[in-house]
């Protein structure tokens, strides 16, 4: 199938700075790719949709000035948790969308705000 | 607003037991899939139903999309320790690209050896 990573897998930071988290599409391209937010032994929550080359479209709910989305190429996306606050601690996955609608998630990334 | 009804919600069984996991809306589904997610990972696609009374199955796992496309169930037969992780279903409203899905709350199985 086809693979999508995250970068970091972990990050601790501390509050109030900013974290940048990647999340690559190896072996295809991704037009649009999709970012969630998951709570310990929840399931995965919506944040936004991530467009190559135009604006975010973030959930209702989702602060787009906070939670920084940007797809800059056909094999990335980024989110920037800015101004970051321990409620902000997460674990936020990726997922790019293959053979519509069918998505393949990264491998996640645990934010840790102390 | 599209819910996925998932049950039950946590499941503990032992080796070599049959279970059943059911995924339940009032909405119609272009497309539901099943991922499965072990901790500290992200979900792994597991089958994707487009076609109303389609069944798939996946060596023991049989999965099957309800006839009005509303509701989906996975079967385990004779469960392994393996087979332990977080199960989602989610459902796609439209066939078309950049279409969110609709995730379930998620079923937790433990398989005891």
Redesign the interface.
Known sequence: ?AV?S?HPSRVICKSGTSVKIECRSLDFQA??M?WYRQFP??????MA?S?EGSKATYEQGVEKDKFLINHASLTLSTLTVTSAHPEDSS?Y?C?A?VL?????????T?LTVT | TQLLEQSPQFLSIQEGENLTVYCNSSSVFSSLQWYRQEPGEGPVLLVTVVTGGEVKKLKRLTFQFGDARKDSSLHITAAQPGDTGLYLCAGAIRLSGNTPLVFGKGTRLSVIA
């Open positions: 199938g999508v995250q037009t649009t999709f032994k929840k399931s995965l929550m919506l949709t467009n674990f996955i997922s969308e519509t609608p069918e998505q393949y998630f990264g491998p996640g645990r």
